[in-house]
């Protein structure tokens, strides 16, 4: 069974930083790529950026720059830096194995409860 927890999230001002946390089970995970996913409140789930299995990330438009997305394959967990938050960064933070099927997510179906990013003045 694939369990994926996230943490780390929470209410910062503009330009502040969070470090997500991914604790994944249920499955090899050195062997998949993973993804982090964000939704803002009150709209669809974004594709913020990839690891592969071996450490090649790439990162959304709207992140570039500012994401760092890495992982710790002897621990089982991917993390997500994120640096000079905007308010627009302002979503629910989903990790998840990466099933290659673009920006859609309908395939996903093992969703941990994410984490909140708050970025408010």
Known sequence: ??????????MVQPGGSLRLSCAAS???FSSY??????????KARELVATITSGG????????????TISRD??????????????PEDTAVYYCNRNLHEG???????????GTQVTVSS
């Open 73 to 86: 394959n002897a621990k089982n967990m991917v993390y997500l830096q994120i640096d000079n938050l905007k």
């Open 1 to 10: 069974e694939v369990q994926l927890v996230e943490s780390g999230g929470g």
């Open 33 to 42: 790529d993973m993804i982090w996913v964000r939704q803002p409140p009150g």
């Open 103 to 113: 920006l859609v997510f309908a395939p996903y179906h093992d969703w941990g409860q």
């Open 56 to 67: 090649v990330t790439n990162y959304g438009d709207s992140v570039k720059g500012r994401f």
């Open 26 to 28: 249920g499955f090899t």
